[in-house]
C-alpha cells in the first residue's frame, strides 16, 4: 500500500489566495509538494498523469501571478488539471477522481469557480478565452482570459482560427503554449530564458514603444519596413515569427519546469499593455516521476499503480479482446490482399487500434493529428480515387466533423467507412466522451449505411463488410472495452446490407436489440420465457437501411415490441417507429415501446451502473415490456378497470 506523502506546505495552501501569500523562495517547495500529492492521488484512482506532471511548476506559478478566478484560467482538453484542482479547493476529494459521485478528470464549470470553462475535447481554450476577455473588455471589468494549450492541440485548425481573430482583445489575452514534445522550439536554456524575460520586459517594451512613437513620424513605407525588422529579428531569434503573423507579441520559449524563469515572464506579461501574447513554454510529460518519464506514453493514461515500483494494475490479460484491437487486426489482415485498403486516424491511434494497421502498413496509415474535418475531407479524397480508406475516429469527435461527413462525403455518395470507437456510454470519462448522437446523426443522411456491432464477431464481419462496400458511405459502431467473449470466426462474412437476424424465437414478445445491447436483450428475454411470455429477440446490424421486412413479420406477429439502442433519441426507435406508422404497422393495436439513452448528459460513473441510470440492462428491459402488457413484476395480467 503507497505510503501518503509528506505536504506541511501544500497543507496550508488550500486555494490561490493562500498561494499568492507565499514569498517566491518557497513556489519551488510547494510545486514538489504538489507533484508528489498528484502522484499519489492517481495512484489510488487512476486517470490521466504524464500530462499534469508536465505542468506542476507551470499550475502553481499561473495561480502565484495571475488574479484567479477573476482572471479565467482555461486548461485545453483538461486532462492536465489534477494539481490545479488541488490548489482550488477539491484537494480533499482528489481521490474521488473519475468516480461515481467524485471529481471529473476534466475541467468542470459546475464543479469550481475556478474551472471558468469546461473541457474534455481539444483545442477549444483560445476561443473561449477570447470570449472571456472581450466580455470583460465590453462591460470594462477587469479580468483576462488565459488559455493553456498543448502543442498536439495547438495542431488543429479551431486553435488558429481564434488567434486569427485575437488582436481586438489586446493585453486582456494570453496564451499558453504548453510545449511537451519539443515539436516546435529547439532545447531551451540561459539564453532562451534571458531572451524571454529581456522580450517581456517593461524596459524593452517601453523602449520599442518609444522607438514606434519616432518612427511613426517617418513615412509609412519606412514605418511599415522598420515594424517588420524589427517583428522578424525578435521571431528568429526566439521562434515566434509565425504567432506574430497571427498578431501575437511572442515570449519564449522558457524552461516550464523552472520558476525562476517562469515567474518574472509571466509577471512581466500581466503588467504589460502590449498583447495578446503568447509565451512558450516547454515541459516534459510525466516530469518528476521516473516511471513516467521512463515510459514511452509518459504514464499518459493510467490504471492504479504503485508509486515505489511503478507497477500499474493489471486488467485481466487472457479475457476477451478489446474491440479496437478486433478492429485494427481484422482490417491489417483485409490490407494484406486489397492494396486500396487504408487507414486514418485523427492522433488516437492506440485507442482506435489504428497502431495495429500502422505496424502492419505504415505506408498506408495516416495519423493527421487533432483535425478531424482535415481527416474525414482526406478519405474523402482517397475514396473518390478509387482507394478504400477507413476513418476511424470517436463518436464523440467524428461530431466535429459533421459537415464535413455532409458535405464531402454524403453529398457525393463517395465510399468512406467509418469506424466508430467508443459507442455508447464510457464510464470514466463521462459525458464528453460518450457516444451518444452517432445513429442519430448519421443515420438521418441520405446515402448513408449504419451499422452497430452487438459484439466481437460482428465487428470483424462488419469491418470486412465495409471493405467491400463501394456503393457509397457506411458506419459501424462499437463500444469501448473489451468484448463479450464469443468465439471468433475462421472466415468473415460479407453481411447483406440492411438485414438483421434473428437470436431466439418466439411469439408475444419482440426485442430489437441495435448494437451492444444485445446481451442484456438475451438476459431479459431469459427473465420474460421464465414468467411465460415467449420472446424473440433480433440483432438489428442496421439502423440504416431498416430491416423492414424482419420488423413487418415481428410486428404482425407480437403484441409487444421492444427497440434498444445505445443511442440518444432520433436513433433506431425513431426510425422503427416511422416505417411502423407510415405503414400501418401500429394500427391494429400493436404495442411499441423505443429503449434508448435518456436526454441528460450522463456524468462519469462504472459503465453498468450508468446503463442502469439510463434504463437499459436487463432488468429495466423486462419492467418495460411487463408495463406494456399491464403485467405487475410476476408476470401477471393486471385487471383492467
Not at 464543479?111 to 473588455?137: Q, R, V, W
Not at 441495435?514 to 446481451?519: M, N, Q
Request: hydrophobic share 40%.
Amino acid at each position: 500500500m503507497n505510503q501518503s506523502p509528506q505536504t506541511p506546505l501544500l497543507d496550508t495552501v488550500p486555494t490561490p489566495d493562500e498561494l499568492r501569500q507565499l514569498p517566491p523562495e518557497k513556489l519551488r517547495q510547494l510545486a514538489d509538494e504538489l507533484r508528489a500529492e498528484m502522484i499519489d492521488a492517481v495512484s489510488t484512482s487512476g486517470g490521466h498523469l504524464g500530462s499534469g506532471l508536465g505542468v506542476v511548476e507551470l499550475t502553481v506559478a499561473i495561480h502565484y501571478v495571475f488574479n484567479t478566478p477573476d482572471d479565467k484560467l482555461i486548461w485545453d482538453v483538461g486532462h492536465q488539471c489534477y494539481p490545479h484542482k488541488i490548489l482550488t479547493g477539491r484537494r480533499d476529494r482528489i481521490r474521488t477522481l473519475r468516480q461515481g459521485g467524485g471529481l471529473s478528470g476534466f475541467t468542470k464549470r459546475s464543479e469550481s469557480e475556478y474551472d471558468p470553462f469546461g473541457a474534455a475535447h481539444s483545442s477549444t481554450s483560445i476561443s473561449a478565452a477570447l470570449g472571456f476577455a472581450m466580455a470583460n473588455k465590453l462591460n470594462d471589468k477587469p479580468g483576462r482570459g488565459i488559455a493553456v494549450i498543448g502543442d498536439g492541440a495547438m495542431s488543429a485548425g479551431m486553435a488558429y482560427e481564434a488567434m486569427n481573430n485575437a488582436a481586438q482583445a489586446g493585453n486582456r489575452l494570453v496564451v499558453i503554449l504548453n510545449d511537451n514534445d519539443m515539436s516546435i522550439a529547439p532545447p531551451v536554456g540561459g539564453l532562451s530564458a534571458y531572451l524571454a524575460r529581456m522580450v517581456s520586459s517593461s524596459e524593452y517594451l517601453g523602449l520599442r514603444s518609444l522607438a514606434s512613437k519616432a518612427v511613426r513620424k517617418m513615412s509609412r513605407r519606412v514605418h511599415d519596413a522598420i515594424g517588420k525588422a524589427e517583428e522578424y529579428t525578435r521571431g528568429m531569434v526566439t521562434g515566434g515569427t509565425l504567432f506574430e503573423e497571427l498578431g501575437f507579441y511572442y515570449v519564449g520559449p522558457i524552461d516550464g519546469h523552472n520558476l525562476d524563469h517562469l515567474i518574472p515572464v509571466l509577471e512581466n506579461v500581466r503588467d504589460t499593455s502590449e498583447g495578446p501574447v503568447l509565451i512558450h513554454v516547454v515541459t516534459t510529460k510525466g516530469k518528476g516521476y521516473k516511471f513516467a518519464e521512463e515510459s514511452a506514453d509518459k504514464y499518459h493514461g493510467v490504471p492504479k499503480f504503485n508509486v515505489v515500483t511503478g507497477e500499474k494494475k493489471k486488467g485481466a490479460s487472457d479475457g476477451p479482446p478489446a474491440y479496437q484491437n478486433v478492429f485494427g487486426d481484422t482490417l491489417a489482415k483485409l490490407a494484406e490482399t486489397d492494396s486500396r485498403i487504408c487507414a486514418i486516424t485523427a492522433a488516437m491511434p492506440s485507442g482506435t487500434g489504428v497502431d495495429r494497421f500502422a505496424q502492419a502498413h505504415p505506408e498506408r496509415s495516416f495519423d493527421v493529428g487533432i483535425a478531424e474535418q482535415h481527416g474525414v475531407t482526406f478519405a474523402a479524397g482517397l475514396a473518390a480515387q478509387g482507394m478504400r480508406p477507413f476513418a476511424a475516429i470517436y463518436s464523440t469527435f467524428l461530431q466535429r466533423a459533421y459537415d464535413q461527413v455532409v458535405h464531402d462525403v454524403a453529398i457525393q455518395n463517395l465510399p468512406v467507412r467509418f469506424a466508430i470507437d467508443r459507442a455508447g456510454l464510457v464510464g470514466a470519462d463521462g459525458c464528453t466522451h460518450a457516444g451518444a448522437f452517432d445513429i442519430t446523426y448519421l443515420a438521418t443522411l441520405p446515402n448513408m449505411v449504419v451499422m452497430a456491432a452487438a459484439d466481437e464477431a460482428e465487428l470483424a464481419h462488419m469491418t470486412y463488410t465495409a471493405a467491400q462496400y463501394d456503393d457509397g458511405p457506411i458506419a459501424f459502431r462499437y463500444p469501448r472495452g473489451s468484448g463479450t467473449g464469443v468465439s471468433m470466426p475462421d472466415k468473415l462474412e460479407k453481411l447483406e446490407i440492411g438485414k438483421g437476424r434473428l437470436v431466439c424465437e418466439g411469439s408475444k414478445v419482440a426485442i430489437l436489440s441495435l448494437g451492444a445491447r444485445l446481451e442484456e436483450a438475451k438476459k431479459a428475454a431469459d427473465t420474460l420465457e421464465a414468467k411465460g411470455l415467449s420472446t424473440t429477440v433480433a440483432d438489428m446490424r442496421f439502423a440504416k437501411p431498416l430491416d423492414e421486412e424482419l420488423i413487418a413479420k415481428l410486428m404482425r406477429t407480437h403484441e409487444v415490441v421492444v427497440t434498444v439502442e445505445e443511442g440518444a433519441i432520433g436513433g433506431l426507435g425513431a426510425h422503427v417507429l416511422t416505417y411502423a406508422t407510415d405503414d400501418g404497422l401500429t394500427d391494429n393495436g400493436l404495442k411499441v415501446r423505443t429503449m434508448r439513452l435518456p436526454d441528460t448528459f450522463q456524468d462519469h460513473d462504472d459503465p453498468q451502473k450508468q446503463y442502469d441510470e439510463a434504463g437499459l440492462n436487463a432488468p429495466q428491459i423486462v419492467d418495460t415490456v411487463l408495463k406494456a402488457l399491464k403485467h405487475n413484476s410476476s408476470g401477471i395480467e393486471e385487471a383492467r378497470a
